[in-house]
């Protein structure tokens, strides 16, 4: 497909850095006022957590002359059951969708995954503030939460900050050059909440952090090794993390199938998508652009009305096990964040 038919076009060296490297900081693809409307109603919903928290007796004050990037900082040093109640994907707000499914972005997932962009609804939002013990996020590959059969096709990850994320506010950090083979052991950790490589496993390997502006996103691909830490400042990190994929990988958006695209098929062990718990669907389509879904009420409804399906436990580490159910990233969550 030729750089006429997008908006944002990645150029040959982009494209070989995420090929080779694994991973790719673009620095600008979104204008401030395209991710306003996230933070206004981030902000709104943080808002009316403080405002039921201090009328519950649970929250001295609102703190609501403190700005995005501060209040819940602020907030958090006296209950940190606000920033956890909205940690992982507990908040679905209707200006998600519309990040989603920005032009912009889908020219970025359509270079890597093809014309037909399935958005897979595994999208977190990481309020990352100082001290919490959950936020840093130890080194994984994505596909050891996916299933094995897609392990070797693209889930592009598309991890963006909606403030500046800097080394000292715990951005990402990647292993460069280490998502050519196949998956890392990985073993889960201490509050059983993530799965983490042992750092004997990257032998000599070295990280890169990749700090990333308002504004601009880091992609990685599923096998691409990665890591955050704390936030030692008192600027929230605020972030979000959306996957997309082709059509061809497993996949339960409501769709149409052509052939070549996988048909779930439990005898010769194809999955129902390649993270079942939670709901795809279809956000850029040449074939069958009838099935693209179109409004935030339809992608809250998508949320809401999904019957949970579990994933294969391929470390033979049970989910049941999960000390925190509520930061279960295999949960699937029906909340609207009201
Ligand atoms: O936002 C973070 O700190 C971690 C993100 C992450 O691990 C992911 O997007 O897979």
């Keep these: 497909m030729g750089c006429d038919t997008f908006q944002f076009c990645l150029d040959d060296r982009q494209i070989h850095h995420f090929q080779d490297a694994g991973y790719l900081v673009i ?9 306003q409307p996230v933070i206004d109603e981030i902000s709104a919903d943080l808002d009316a957590r403080c405002r039921a928290a201090v009328a519950d007796g649970k929250l001295s004050r609102t703190y609501e002359e403190y700005d995005f990037e501060h209040r819940l900082t602020c907030v958090d040093a006296e209950n940190n059951n606000i920033s956890k109640s909205m940690w992982d994907m507990k908040v ?3 200006s998600f969708f519309g990040l989603m499914t920005n032009p912009k972005l889908l020219d970025v997932a359509e270079q890597f995954c093809g014309p037909e962009v399935i958005a897979s609804a595994v999208y977190r939002m990481r309020p990352k503030v100082r001290s919490h013990a959950w936020s840093p ?3 994984h590959q994505d596909s050891a939460y996916f ?4 392990d070797m096709g693209l889930v592009l990850t598309v991890w963006l900050p909606l403030v500046d994320a800097t080394e000292e506010r715990g951005c990402l950090w990647v292993m460069p050059r280490a998502h050519k083979g ?5 073993h889960p950790d201490d509050m059983a909440h993530y799965l983490v490589i042992p750092g004997k496993e990257f032998g000599d390997r070295k990280p890169v952090v990749a700090p990333v502006p308002k504004g601009g996103v880091l992609l990685l691909t599923n096998r691409t090794p990665h890591a955050s830490f704390e936030n030692k400042t008192d600027v929230v990190r605020w972030s979000m993390d959306l996957r997309y994929q082709g059509a061809a990988l497993p996949t339960n ?5 052509v052939p070549g695209e996988a048909k779930s098929s439990a005898t010769v062990g194809v999955p129902l998508a390649c993270n079942p718990p939670e709901p795809d669907f279809l956000v850029r389509s040449r074939i069958r652009p009838n099935e693209v879904l179109k409004t935030a009420e339809e992608f809250i409804a998508l949320r809401k009305n999904h019957t949970y399906q579990g994933a294969t436990d391929r470390w033979g580490y049970s989910v049941a096990k999960r000390k925190d159910p509520l930061a279960n990233p295999y949960k699937s969550n029906n909340t609207t964040g009201s």
């Excluded at 299933?147 to 897609?150: A, L, S, T, V």
């Excluded at 958006?253 to 199938?257: D, F, G, P």
């Design 27 to 35: 620095e600008r693809l979104f204008d401030d006022a395209e991710l």
């Design 92 to 94: 679905v707000l209707p």
């Design 137 to 139: 996020v130890p080194w």
């Design 147 to 150: 299933e094995p059969y897609c």
């Design 182 to 186: 196949g998956l890392f052991f990985h």
């Design 253 to 257: 958006a409501k769709i149409t199938r």
